[in-house]
């Protein structure tokens, strides 16, 4: 009998793989939204997949500029998960993701209301 082939995990079970203390991951598709902002012992690490990456860029932009929630502190990224090298390197810690390029530029120039 022939070997089957691997069959590439789906994205939803590669991010619970690369999350697994996320306290939500939703959505399908190959980019992934990040949210880490919260600190210990309140951290609430957050994922959402997109199909697209445009859809993904989209949402960044509304978070970056509302904020992910009550203690949002800028730390969001967007991952390819279709790019090993994007991956964080610690699967459960996000600790050095870095803030968005945005978020940063604002932060900079003193407009992030």
């Keep these: 009998m022939p070997a089957r082939p691997k069959r590439r995990p789906s994205w939803l079970t590669l991010a619970r793989r690369l999350w697994p203390r996320a ?3 939703v959505g ?6 990040v949210a880490d902002c919260r600190t210990w012992p309140d951290r609430a690490l957050t994922v959402m997949l ?6 993904a860029e989209q949402i960044m932009r509304r978070v970056d500029s509302t904020g992910c929630g009550g203690a949002c502190c800028g730390n969001h990224t967007l991952v390819d998960l279709g790019s ?3 991956w964080p390197r610690e699967p459960e810690d996000l ?3 870095i803030r968005s390029e945005d978020w940063r530029l604002r932060r900079w120039r003193g407009t992030d209301e």
């Design 23 to 25: 306290c939500w991951i």
């Design 50 to 55: 997109h199909e697209t990456r445009e859809e």
């Design 95 to 97: 600790e050095d993701a």
């Design 28 to 33: 399908d598709g190959q980019f992934a939204t």
């Design 84 to 86: 090993p090298q994007q």
